[in-house]
């Protein structure tokens, strides 16, 4: 539905200049033709390898990258385009990002109070007591004792970490958050924690995730809808269940095959050979058809555009337009 | 029963901390046979690196040692042997392949320099033969159009690429056992399954025994034969990999696939373990897993359990479960 989306996202590209030498200066097309809404209080899972360009689009989400194309509206403003300074200091303090690495996203010499004011601190206008409430109030939210604030980072563990990261995040009662592997640098037992606390607080304050990850079985535990990205792509979008059921796009496939399953008794089939191509010299054609078990003639020439198969889900490849 | 090819018995391990030796590992005993396929899987701190480590005595001198313990291979305790003989068996008899191939190769050497290096130094080849000799490991490990990639740098090659490489490198000389610590964590899941099915192939042709250290249960599930659990430095279960999955024993090892997130869809909500893993000098009375187990008796506070044969192959830290086990 379009009037209730957070997030849309049509034919978003990001390209990049890399080389330093004028003359070996190239661009590196990291995005192509992106489009994705999210909804309120929706989870949509960005799947996709290195180099898939999935912490790319994170990071034009919340305005940190501004893309060579296409358009991005956060709460109806868009931030891309002639209005996007002014746009994005309007919905700024309602966007917000989890980084991967809880160790990297905090000032070492910061107490954990101070880190989490930060936002409240800059957005101005509280008094001392409430901001230590509030700080108080959001170390509660997260699960951490409320003592936690004169601490400093190295006291605690990766978990809590991300725990302090999220209560930071929830600060100024943002209505949308990026989350790029947020849990991936956690332990299996760590992982579970803190993947619980951001579905409680969707339920408690309908906040809508756009939760990036190279890990299917977590994107399954968070998720409404999934994307899969490949070499900057979208190949596939569907509902959850649809997407890991019966996924269509066979990189989809061969990336669900490729997850290794805790069933010594599982029988593997044939395991995807080749690699994700170099961005620098893309494939003609379709991008995964080097690497795909159905190629045919057609894809090494003609690029499939992502198109609906059924209703609600969209997959990007020829095999489907012939049905 | 053939004499194990690698015993550890009673390893002891300790890291200096600011507040004196802390045990990173405490009374680690189990034998790895010819040929075998033993997976340890843990999390941070749980000792499974620390221990492979200890096979090779890779440990900084003074940073940490061995109180208590014996490794013994090939008829000699590698905690005791000097640093000759070590040399001599480390890449040889006995390899290793680390998480990150990018710090474990040397940016500044071809990789025909350093899979000769072994070769050269264990089996005294010429250049022209260590490096004939390395063409063909590079197809054996399935690097495409290796005569010409022998001659490149590592930043030219992918990350899975780099990998192959490495294990190139161990099994140059064929050894008999090659440890394996976290191999395929750095890559993306569909490299990861080249990987482990280049691993598997390379164990069946070669023979040798392989040690995979992970934090992955899908991994261990599917690349080992007999798992090693292990929490806080010590070995909580050990057993055959499919009553393992099947009829996990332990309280962690419950915990621990409870707490896996499912791609076969399952539960909407994850089961999480309460608490955190102790940092090594924290002493906990009794079990080390004690304070976040939902199964804890009084008698898990007081005495620390043991790890002791509740079946054929089956190893068990729990004192209630071991009770159990025996009345049954």
Known sequence: MADDALVEVRDLDMAFNV????????????????????????????VGESGS????????????????????????RTITGPERKANLAAVRSRVQFVFQDPHAALNPRMRVGDSIAEPIDIAGAHTRRDRSHRVKELLEMVGLPRDAAERFPHEFS??????IVIARALALEPGFIVCDEPVSALDVSMQAQVVNLLMDLQTKFGIGYLFIAHDLAVVRAVAQRVAVIYAGSIVEIASKDALYEQPQHPYTQALLDAVPRPDPARVRGPVIGGEVPSLLAPPPGCRFHTRCPHAMPRCQVEEPRLRETAPGRQTACHLYETL | MASPLVSIDDLTVQFRTDRGWANAVEGVSFDIAEGECVGVVGESGSG?????LSILRLHARGAARYSTGAISYAGRDLLQASERDLRRIRGRDIAMVFQDPMSSLNPVLTIC??????????????????????????????????????????????????QRVMIAIAIA???????????????????????????????????????????????????????????????????????????????????????????????AR???????????????????????????????????????????????????????????
């Open chain 2, 270 to 328: 994850l089961y999480a373990i309460p608490g955190r893993i102790p940092d090594p000098d924290e002493t906990i009375d009794g079990c080390r897993f004690g304070p976040r187990c939902a199964h804890s008796e009084p008698i898990c506070r007081t005495a620390p359990p043991r790890l002791i044969a509740i079946a054929d192959g089956h190893r068990l830290r729990c004192t209630p479960r071991t009770r159990a086990a025996d009345l049954t």
């Open chain 1, 158 to 163: 990766g978990g809590q970490r991300q725990r």
């Open chain 1, 53 to 76: 360009g999935k912490s790319t689009a994170g990071r034009i989400l919340v305005g940190l990258f501004e893309p060579t194309g296409g358009s991005v509206k956060l709460f109806g």
């Open chain 2, 113 to 162: 320099d350093q899979i000769s290096e072994s070769l050269r130094l264990h089996q005294g080849m010429s250049r022209a033969a260590a490096r004939k000799k390395a063409i063909e490991l590079l197809d054996l490990v399935r690097i495409p159009d290796a005569a010409r990639r022998v001659d490149e740098y590592p930043h030219r090659l992918s990350g899975g690429m780099r």
């Open chain 2, 173 to 267: 000389c064929r050894p008999r056992l090659l440890i394996a610590d976290e191999p395929t964590t750095a890559l993306d899941v569909t490299i990861q399954a080249q990987i482990l099915e280049l691993l598997r192939d390379l164990r069946a042709e070669l023979g040798m025994a392989v040690m995979l250290i992970s934090h992955d249960l899908g991994v261990i599930a599917e690349f080992a034969r007999r798992v090693i659990v292990m929490y806080a430095g010590r070995i909580v279960e050990d057993a055959p990999v499919d009553v393992l999955f099947q009829s996990p024993r332990h309280p962690y090892t419950e915990g621990l696939m409870a707490s896996m997130p499912a791609l076969d869809g399952g539960a």
């Open chain 1, 19 to 46: 080389g330093k030498a004028r003359a070996r200066r190239t661009t590196l097309q990291v995005l192509r033709k992106l489009s994705f809404d999210v909804g309120r209080g929706e989870t949509l899972g960005l």
């Open chain 2, 48 to 52: 499974k690196s620390v221990t492979a």
